[in-house]
Every structure is written in structure tokens, then in C-alpha cells.
């Protein structure tokens, strides 16, 4: 039977609060969730993806509309949905943020798919095609294997880097993070021959593991891990790659030297604090269990394969007093890490954290959804536990002008240089640092906002610009 050709429109929106990231696409990765839709859409329709990181949103028909958001982009999504619904077009919503808020984002779009699409994606489109579209699905956690490649050739052209996923889920269930909320605690594995194929097919030679952690947990993912890096060897698929993993990824020197071999350039690595009491407070059992002593080796091994560090480092945690959130930036340029992704804390719904700062009454931003732009992790929205909100932003603001100016970071590139041997891959390090520092700064020194003028008069009396 011949469908009638339909049109299915997905749209990625981006905050409107920080439009200054969509400037630097080293920011920026391709929304891999919406190529993934695309894939499991019928061949009878024809899709779109309008990706606001590059495009400006102009209205254009379908006879459905997607969205997929972020926390801090889900204000946008609802604005966007309302245009469509406005013209009698019916839309869907999923990814992180209406999974976790259903009954939020059912305000403002007619259907939501709760969870991972895998295995209801089918559903959603033949109710639409039947007129008989649910206001909620709920998405199982299904094996990996055997799906349809993801639509890479509909992302923009624009991103230097591709994305691929090997494995979904984690145990280790950390209090800020709602990855195994809602991708579950089981570490589910793709078929490595699958990967491949995928990753022969990938529009650039820059790639991101989008994993949470690529390398797992335990002897048999390692092995695992190994035998995909070997894979990649094997069938000669020449990338440059970085992807996030745990401080376990230098547990076994096979899994370094094998992901050195396949093109692995930088790692991120969600250190979050040199201190013990704050892993204890955010639940990083795995850092718990090495020890914050071992940090030091662990980056001395990655370093000895010629793999860049990014630390990722978190600020303003309740255990956190004024002293310590200093303590912790000198701990990182004292460290031999060659990049830092320095956040605030931020309650992301779905995760132990929002949940205990909602009911402590400690969350300060909350006209939703409209607020929802300010949890993107560069602004205190809850009251800390040992000082002002102003004392951690004014603070923040301090330590940021100290971590991410153009004096420290070529410092760190010349350190990296020495740590790698290597200008190519201490390069990884100096661009991630350079780019954070001016997403950080850019868009707010140039706004005019008052609070920031001092940045912009302390690097034009340095000279800097």
C-alpha cells in the first residue's frame, strides 16, 4: 500500500539567554537524539532538522513537529511548539528534560515520549497517521543492537565534530547527574560491529564518543572497550576522537594504549572536587573509592599515551565554603590536567539533588518554564550551603577571571606541551580552554552588563585585546 508522503519537522532549540555559544562551534555538538529519530522515521515521510545552533528559526509547514531539549533549552521548545500548535500542526517532545517533567511539557506540546524512543517511536507514528496521537509514551530500555543508523547526512553541515554512542546507562547513580534516571543503571553495550559501521559512515574525522563513560565499569568492559579500539585499527578509520570516562579509564594500560592507537585525543573526565567531602556529598563513589590521591597518577598514565585531560570540576556544592571554591581553582592549575570545565552546581530535574533542594525550599529561580534558561550551569540557582548567592557568584565571577584568561592558558598549553611531547595533542587542551574562556566571557563582556566591565578593563590594560 502506498503512504501518502508526510512531513515530519525536527526542531533542536537553543537558549535564547546565551545566544553567545551558538558563536563558537567548538561549543556545540550535533543533536545525535534527533539523527536517531530520523532514522527510526518510515521511509514515506520526508524530515527536516531546523537546528537553532546555526539556523534562525523561521516558520515553515509539517504535519509534525518534534523538539528535543535541555533543561536550559526547554523554554524555547515550549515557545516554538506554541507557534506550530497555533496553526493547528500537532507536536511531540522527548529527550532529557520532558522525560522528567511530563506533565510540564504537556502544557505547551500534544504529545511527550517519556524515556528512550527505541521502542515506541513506531507507535507514535502510525497513532499520528490513525489521527489517534497519545498525549504520553512511554519508552522501555531495550537492547542497542539492530536498530537503524541514525540520519547523520540531515545534521548541519556546520559541526566540526560528529557524534556517535556506543553504550547507554550508568550505575554509579551520582546525586547531580540524572543519566541512569533516564537511561537506567544497566551499562547496555552497542554490537562493536555496528559501531563501526556507523563510524565509517561519520561526514567528519573529528568525533565524540557521546558515552557517559566509554570505557565502563569492570574487567569484561574494558575488554570490551579494547576490542572496539582495536576495531577501529583494523578497519583503518582514521579519526581524531574524545570522549568522557571515570578515572578507572587508566586502570588497565591495554584500554590507553589501544584508544591512543584508535585516535583518542582528550578525554573528559568528571573529576568534580579534590576533596573528599564533597564526592561524598555529590555520591562519586568511584573517585571515593581510588582516592583523591591517585588523581595525580591517574593523569600521569593518560599523559604517558599522549591523551589530553579535560577536567571537569563543580562549584558552589553545599560542603563548599568561600575558601574552597579557591582552594579548588588552584588545585586545578597546580594540577596536571590540560583543560578545566568549571560549572556550578545546578539542579537538573530528575536528579537526587533537585529533589532535596526542592523540598529544602532552596531553589530560588522557579517562574517556570521561563527560569528553566538560567539552569545551564554558569549561574547560582539555589542558595548554598555556607554562603550568599552573591558570595558564590561574585566569587565564581573572580574565579573565572583567574582560570580562563589568555595569560593562564597559554601557560597550561606550554605545560600540556611538556606533558604530551606532542604539539598536535597538547593543542586539544589549549583550544578547549581557549573556547571556555570566551564562552564565559564573550557574550557577557560585550553585552554592556555592568557586572562583568571589570573583565573587559583588566584585559585591555593587559593588553589582550
Request: net charge neutral; charged share 25%; proline share 3%.
Amino acid at each position: 500500500m502506498e503512504h501518502k508522503k508526510l512531513k515530519l519537522l525536527l526542531i533542536n532549540p537553543a537558549n535564547q539567554r546565551r545566544k553567545g555559544l551558538r558563536m563558537r562551534i567548538l561549543s556545540t555538538y550535533p543533536p545525535l537524539n534527533l539523527a536517531i529519530i530520523a532514522g527510526l522515521t518510515p521511509e514515506h515521510w520526508e524530515i527536516k532538522i531546523l537546528d537553532e545552533n546555526f539556523d534562525a528559526f523561521e516558520f515553515e509547514t509539517a504535519d509534525l513537529v518534534g523538539f528535543t531539549s535541555f533543561t536550559s533549552t526547554a523554554s524555547r521548545a515550549y515557545e516554538l511548539s506554541e507557534i506550530y500548535r497555533k496553526h493547528g500542526i500537532k507536536t511531540v517532545m522527548g529527550g532529557i528534560h520532558a522525560s522528567m517533567l511530563p506533565d510540564e511539557a504537556l502544557q505547551y506540546v500534544d504529545s511527550v515520549v517519556v524515556g528512550e524512543a527505541e521502542s515506541i517511536w513506531y507507535k507514535v507514528i502510525s497513532d499520528f497517521e490513525a489521527n489517534t496521537l497519545q498525549k504520553k509514551y512511554k519508552g522501555e530500555l531495550v537492547e542497542l543492537g539492530g536498530k537503524p543508523m541514525p540520519r547523520h547526512d540531515l545534521l548541519s553541515k556546520e559541526y566540526l565534530f560528529s557524534a556517535i554512542q556506543t553504550t547507554r546507562g550508568c550505575p554509579m547513580q551520582c546525586d547531580f547527574c540524572s543519566v541512569s534516571t533516564f537511561n537506567g543503571c544497566q551499562y547496555r553495550l552497542r554490537p562493536i560491529s555496528e559501531v563501526l559501521d556507523e563510524l565509517e559512515q561519520l561526514p567528519t574525522k573529528l568525533v565524540f564518543f557521546c558515552d557517559d563513560n566509554i570505557i565502563g565499569y569492570g574487567k569484561k568492559s574494558q575488554e570490551r572497550a579494547i576490542e572496539l579500539f582495536k576495531g577501529m585499527v583494523d578497519r583503518g578509520i582514521k579519526i581524531d576522537w574524545t570522549g568522557q570516562v571515570s578515572l578507572n579509564f587508566a586502570d588497565n594500560e591495554e584500554v590507553l594504549k589501544w584508544a591512543a592507537r584508535s585516535g583518542c585525543r582528550m578525554v573528559l573526565i568528571g573529576i568534580e572536587s579534590e576533596k573528599t567531602e564533597q564526592l561524598k556529598e555529590t555520591g562519586k563513589k568511584l573517585n571515593l573509592n581510588m582516592g583523591v590521591d591517585a588523581y595525580a597518577e591517574v593523569f600521569r598514565k593518560i599523559h604517558r599515551y599522549g591523551i589530553s585531560i579535560l577536567g571537569a570540576f563543580i562549584f558552589g556544592m553545599d560542603t563548599d565554603s568561600k575558601q574552597a571554591l579557591y582552594d579548588r581553582s588552584n588545585y586545578i592549575l597546580k594540577s596536571s590536567v590540560d583543560a578545566w570545565q568549571t560549572t556550578i552546581l545546578t539542579p537538573l530535574p530528575g536528579t537526587g539533588l533537585y529533589n532535596r533542594m526542592k523540598s529544602e525550599n532552596r531553589i530560588l529561580f522557579t517562574n517556570y518554564p521561563e527560569d528553566w534558561s538560567r539552569y545551564d550551569f554558569s549561574e547560582p540557582v539555589i542558595v548554598p550551603g555556607m554562603m550568599t548567592n552573591s558570595e558564590l557568584a561574585d566569587s565564581m565571577r573572580d574565579i573565572w577571571t583567574k582560570l580562563y584568561n589568555r595569560k593562564t592558558v597559554r601557560k597550561q598549553f606550554r605545560r600540556s606541551l611538556w606533558n604530551l611531547r606532542n604539539l598536535k595533542f597538547a593543542m586539544w587542551g589549549y583550544i578547549s580552554n581557549y573556547n571556555y574562556y570566551c564562552l564565559t566571557f564573550e557574550e557577557k563582556i560585550r553585552s554592556g552588563d555592568p557586572r562583568y566591565s571589570h573583565w573587559l578593563v583588566s584585559e585591555k590594560a593587559a593588553g589582550k585585546h
